[in-house]
Structures are given as structure tokens and as C-alpha cells.
């Protein structure tokens, strides 16, 4: 089939074809009106976004978590979806399976909120102040270390020892907290001393 199609005539058509389809880009078409019924608003979009990192293994990967409600308003932050960093150098927004699940493992019934204590003897926990559970930390250190401190060897050369206590330290810290984390240690005369991440 030959049509006898002028340059004129082709323009006014490609013309027509463009006027036709920029008018149903613009919503004048039904196919436009029932894609638009079945866009959602973006759901994160009125949430609160923050950083942190992955509390599981040593890789240290970034996350972000997002939450519904103003804490400085003083509403309670109800998380909503947690997703990987890409912009954070180790993970670059992936997460394993573990870290992918980290929204039920925050939402989980049985998750510790506060530090417990079990007395000398007793068969049930009871929940205490993150004060109380310091204090009873540093106490138990202090007398630790009274009792079994070394300060010489059997030669005499002093060595500052302490031998009865460790110390397993948190991978998933900058190097600024690790290296004060190692001199503080260090400097109790703790010697054994171990990261998480060999564990």
C-alpha cells in the first residue's frame, strides 16, 4: 500500500501525533488518571533518619534506621524500616542476612533493655539502673585488682600485672575508641586483653 504523503502533510501529522501524546503526558488520558490512582506517597518520607552501625559481627557495616515520631517532642520513636549505609565505606549499603533482619531483632519481645543482675545464690534476674550495674562493674574490679595485682615479678623487675581479669573489647569502633580503649586497658595492667573481631 503506497500513500502519497507531501512533506507538509507529514509535518501536520508528526505534529498532530506530538500535540496528541504531550496532552496525555500531561494527564488529559485515562491511561495517565489510573496510573496516578495507584501511586503511593513514599512511605519514609516524614520519617526520622539515622546512622549507626550493624551491633553483630566485626565487619562493622553502617545502617540506617527509620523512625516515626519527634523524640524531641518528646513522642517515642517507633522504628520503621531499617536498610544498609551506601554510603558508608565497609558494606556500601549491603547487609547480610542477619543485618537485613535487624528491624525484628529490635521489635523482639525478648530483647534486653536494661541492664540485670543476679545476686550470689539466687535463681531469678531483676532489672537494675545502668547506674547500679556500673557501679557494681567498678567495684568488682577495684577489689579484683587489690587482691591479685602483681607489681614485680620473683627477680624483682617490676611488671604491673593483672592477671585475674579480661578484657573483650568492641570491634565495631572507630580507631579512635579502639586505641583509647587498648591504653586504658593497658594501663589497669590487664593483660588479657582481646577484640572482638578474632572471636
Known sequence: MNIDLSRRGFLRLAGAGVAATSLGAMGFGGAEAAEQAHVRAFKLATTTETRNTCPYCSVACGIIMYSKGDVKAGETAELLH?????????????????????????????????????????SDFQDIT????????????????????????????PVN???????????????ETAWLTYKTVRSMGIVGFD?????
Request: proline share 4%.
Open 82 to 122: 531499617i536498610e544498609g549505609d551506601a554510603d558508608h565505606p565497609t558494606n556500601r549499603g549491603t547487609l547480610c542476612p542477619k543485618g537485613a533482619a535487624l528491624k525484628d531483632f529490635v521489635h523482639a519481645p525478648t530483647r534486653l533493655t536494661k541492664p540485670r543482675y543476679r545476686a550470689a545464690g539466687a
Open 130 to 157: 545502668w547506674e547500679e550495674a556500673l557501679d557494681k562493674i567498678a567495684r568488682a574490679m577495684k577489689d579484683d585488682r587489690d587482691a591479685n595485682f602483681i607489681q614485680a615479678n620473683e627477680a624483682g623487675v
Open 161 to 175: 600485672r593483672w592477671t585475674t581479669t579480661g578484657f573483650l573489647a568492641a570491634s565495631a569502633t572507630t580507631n
Open 195 to 199: 577484640n572482638q573481631a578474632r572471636v
